[in-house]
Structure formats: C-alpha cells, structure tokens
C-alpha cells in the first residue's frame, strides 16, 4: 500500500515513520522546505525517542521518504492523512486554515480514488468541510474521480509516540463508506496484533472522540490540583490522598499527579477548542470552562511558592530550573508552565539558570536573547550559587540526585519541587527547606 502523510510535525512524522516500519510505501510531506531537506539528511526536526534510529531504518529501506511537493507524492496513494497543525484562532477555536488548504491541494493533485484521513485534531463538522474543499477542485479540473474522508484522530504521548503508535490503546476511526473502512482496516492491520482493537465509528463521533479524550485528561489534573490545593490549606497529604483514591478501580491510579499545570500543545488548545464549539452551538461546558481557569492558575502554585519563600523580594536573585518542556522525554516547548514560571521570575528582578535534557535550544528560540536567562550544561550546573531550586519537569533524571552535593552548590538549601518528586521528609533531614505540591511546606 502506498500514503501520503502531510504535515511533517510531532504526529506526521511519527505516523509516517511507523507506517512505513510495517512495510507500507510513505512520503512525508511538509511545506517547511529545511525540515525535508534536513530529515532527507537524516537529521530530525523534533525529539522523541527511538523515532530517529527507526526514520533512518525506513529510509535506508525504502519505505520513508520526504517531500514539499505534494503533487508528486499523492500519485497512486491509497490513502492521504492530513497531519498539520490545528492551532487555536483568536477566539479559541481551532484554526482550520491548513487542514482545508491540504485538502484543495490533495483535491488539485490526486490522480485515483483516495481515502482522505484528517489526523490532525478537529472539530466536529471539519471531515464535511475537508469533503467540499477536495469535492470543488476536483470540480474545478472537471475530474470525476471519487473520494471519501475519513476521521482518524491521533492519541499518541510525545516522549511515548512510538510505542503508542504501534500498540495503540486503541484506534479510532469514523468513515462514511465500505471502501474507505477497507482501506483503513488494511492499513492498520499489522497493528491490531495481540487484541489492539480498532473502532470504526461515523465520522463526527470520531471528531468528537479526540476531544472528549483530552478533555477527561486535563479534568483529571485540574481536578487533582484543585484537591492538592486545598490538602495544602487542611494540613493533608495529596501524595497520600492520591494513593488513597487511585486504589479504588472505578478511579484508578493514572493521570491523577498534582503538579504545575497541564502545557503541550494539545490539551490547552483543545479545552478551549470544544469550549468554543459548545458555545457555537448554544451550550456552555461548565466543567471545561472550570479545568481551564484552574489550570491558569496552577501555572502560577510554583512562583507563589518562590515569592512565599523569598518573601516577595526576588530582585537579583538567582534560580535553578530543573526541566524546560511541557513534560519529560520531549523538547516540546508550546504551552510549556515553565515558560510562564521563567516569565514571572523575570518581571520581579530574578535571574534564571535553566537545564534540560532536550529542550534547551527550542527553550532559547521561543524565549529569546535576555541576559538574565542562562541555560547549564548539567542538572547540577544549574544549581551554583543559586538561591533556590525550582523542579518544573519531572524528568527521570532528576528523580535520585545527589543531595550532599546539591545542597553544597546552592547558595541556600531551598527546593520547590513542582512535580513532587521528592519526599518532604527526606529532605528535611538533610536540612533543606521544601515545598512540593498540596503537601505541607517543610522549612
Ligand atoms: P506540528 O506543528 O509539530 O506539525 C505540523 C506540521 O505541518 C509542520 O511541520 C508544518 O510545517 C506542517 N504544515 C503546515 N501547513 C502545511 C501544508 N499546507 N502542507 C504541508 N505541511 C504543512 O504539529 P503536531 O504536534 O504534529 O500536531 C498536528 C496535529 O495533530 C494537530 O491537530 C494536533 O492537535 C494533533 N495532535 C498532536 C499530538 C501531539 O502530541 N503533538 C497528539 C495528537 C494529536
């Protein structure tokens, strides 16, 4: 089989890639001319792991290739997914100004009936307005070719991608045809071994499926650090709490970790998004409109903590930033709480020294030049002469430090630990003074 996978971002470039690891022909296709040029050198626009080794593996067989010219590369596919960006407009809403902008150039181009698949996350109704744009090119060359469009929303973890991909959780797709529910079947059969199943479903039911999704996930952590809020101002434990209620099968114990606040570029813009699209339509989503206001404050639980402990003096004071992306194993940058945290810091006179694993060049882009922004080469680089640290992702390597030494190279044994990735108790013991999240303070 043969597809074509356009926009070659987080999700394209993955979906791709494990297209073509179970032997189907794919090119992947992107408008940013240095991202093909460089991925056709082997050299990856993004991080996630074990996705460059499996790239040059396709690529040396074959089976991936990369291309800007997508009229080429749609000849004789069986399949097209549009994989671009959705980001919110103005008002909230997804933007649907690539998607529809793939769609007339797959209509323009296409030379042999295609099943077109938007990948990318959209609003209920989009798969209809993706049909009318490839219906009126094909109208416009007078062609009588037939289509169908289908809906494949992506649930795949930045840091897990891979693995999610090949062993989905499950697979979601809405379709309007027999022949189009063929095609995909056949696409993913290689990934349906050992009982991954596939759900075929009308099309604005699997629109509405990646929405629903998202939005029970950011419920989930606005819930849990609205709860750890408040453990903190009843003298309770959240880490306890959680252990509590996550035993409980009908809860269950994933997704239920207090910290800074949900980032990324899925859950913000997708909250929003179906806020939007309720309203749009006369209903409001009360519970949505609440994640939202308490995750933007949750944004800010860290730096309140810092000002509490500094007593609202940070002219000239120097803090660590242990992790820079929106959460582990990616150097995804967009939304990211440390963005907000590190802009914070500055407006009050601080100076920051930040490390992470991947995400400090993507950090340097989105948060420019600025003289009081400097980035160490290690976790423990950060730490010299600081006057506090400040754990913003919960990277596996910053789990078991070295505490002797952390507590020699900053200036004052302070950790305010977002992720409440150590133990309070621990800490104190070795004369630090902590604040994790919803837990009690130990100074
Ligand atoms: P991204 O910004 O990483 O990639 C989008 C790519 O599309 C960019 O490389 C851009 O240059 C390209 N593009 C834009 N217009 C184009 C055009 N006309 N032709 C060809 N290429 C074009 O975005 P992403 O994170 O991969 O997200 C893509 C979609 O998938 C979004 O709708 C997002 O909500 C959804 N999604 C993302 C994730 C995730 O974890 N990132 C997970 C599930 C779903």
């Not at 349906?192 to 998202?214: C, Q, R, W």
């Not at 950090?363 to 006057?387: S, T």
Request: a negative charge.
């Amino acid at each position: 089989m043969k597809i074509a996978v356009v926009g070659t971002g987080y999700v394209g470039l993955v979906t791709g890639t494990c297209f073509a690891e179970v032997g189907i022909d794919v090119t992947c296709i992107d408008v940013n001319v240095k991202k093909i040029e460089d991925l056709k050198q082997g050299i990856l626009p993004i991080y996630e792991p074990g996705l460059e080794e499996m790239v040059l593996r396709n690529v040396d067989k074959g089976r991936l290739g990369f291309s800007t010219d997508l009229a080429s590369a749609i000849k004789g596919c069986d399949a097209a997914f549009i994989a671009v960006g959705t980001p919110p407009g103005e008002d909230g809403s997804a933007d649907l100004k690539y998607v529809l902008g793939v769609a007339r150039e797959i209509g323009q181009h296409m030379d042999d009936y295609l099943v077109v698949v938007t990948k990318s996350t959209v609003p209920v109704g989009t798969a209809k307005k993706v049909k009318q744009a490839v219906a009126e090119e094909l109208e416009k060359r007078g062609s009588e070719l037939s289509f169908d469009v289908a809906s494949n929303p992506e649930f795949l973890k930045e840091g897990a991608a891979i693995d999610d991909f090949l062993k989905p959780d499950r697979i979601v797709v809405g379709v309007e045809s027999e022949q189009a529910e063929e095609v995909m079947r056949k696409l993913y059969k290689p990934f349906l071994m050992n009982g991954h199943p596939i759900i075929f479903m009308d099309v604005p039911s699997a629109e509405m499926t990646k929405y629903a999704a998202n939005s029970m996930l950011a419920t989930k952590i606005s819930f849990m650090n609205d709860i750890a809020n408040l453990c903190e101002i009843m003298g309770a434990d959240v880490n306890m709490v959680r252990r509590g209620i996550g035993s409980d099968s009908r809860i269950g114990n994933k997704f239920i970790y207090p910290g800074i606040g949900y980032g990324g570029s899925c859950f913000p813009k997708d909250v929003k998004a179906l806020i939007k699209t309720a309203e749009e339509n006369g209903y409001s989503m009360q519970i949505l409109k609440s994640v939202e206001s308490v995750n933007e404050n949750q944004k800010e639980v860290l730096f309140n903590k810092v000002m509490k402990q500094f007593e609202g003096n940070l002219t000239g004071k120097t803090f660590a930033l242990w992790g820079l992306s929106f959460k582990p194993k990616t150097d995804d940058m967009r939304e990211a709480p440390s963005l907000v945290i590190i802009e914070k810091l500055l407006a009050e006179g601080a100076n920051v020294v930040a490390y992470d694993p991947v995400a400090i060049k993507e950090a340097q882009h989105m948060i420019g030049e600025n003289d009081r922004v400097a980035y160490a080469k290690d976790e423990y680089e950060a730490l010299i002469d600081a006057d506090a640290l400040l754990v913003v992702t919960e990277w596996p390597e910053f789990r078991s430090p070295n505490f002797q030494v952390m507590g020699k190279l900053l200036k004052n044994k302070v950790i305010i630990d977002g992720r409440n990735i150590y133990e309070a108790k621990e800490l104190q013991e070795m004369g630090f003074a902590y604040y994790g999240i919803g837990v009690q303070e130990v100074l």
